[in-house]
Nanobody, 120 residues
């Protein structure tokens, strides 16, 4: 079961950190969806190592990380822009899969989203 948290209202240029608790999953991802737009890949990370991957729109500003002891994945969001405003979702691939992907269709488990609002 996945549960994302940490969303809120922040001014443009500010930062937020989202958290997602999960266990027994090798690949975790963050996606976001703004009103009227398709779901967009943000970042993904593997529990077993290797480099994470990021969507082009967040590279250099967002960082995904994990805390194995807490079974938690984080999304550190810096230099937030109004266009980053969306509902953010954490997702997990099947527990037997270790390959990172940006395709939302490859993630079988989804948590409830957390809303991020960025004021200009």
């Amino acid at each position: 079961q996945l549960q994302a948290s940490g969303g809120g209202l922040v001014q443009a240029g500010g930062s937020l950190r989202l958290s997602c608790e999960a266990s027994g999953r090798f690949v975790m991802g963050w996606f976001r969806q703004a009103p009227g737009k398709e779901r967009e890949f943000v970042a993904a990370i593997s529990w077993i190592g290797g480099s994470p991957i990021y969507g082009d729109s967040v590279k250099g500003r967002f960082t995904i990380s994990r805390d194995s002891a807490k079974n938690t994945v984080y999304l550190e969001m810096n230099s937030l822009k109004p266009e980053d405003a969306a509902v953010y979702y954490c997702a997990a691939r099947s527990s037997r899969v270790t390959v990172l992907t940006s395709s939302s269709r490859q993630y079988s488990h989804w948590g409830r989203g957390t809303l991020v609002t960025v004021s200009s």
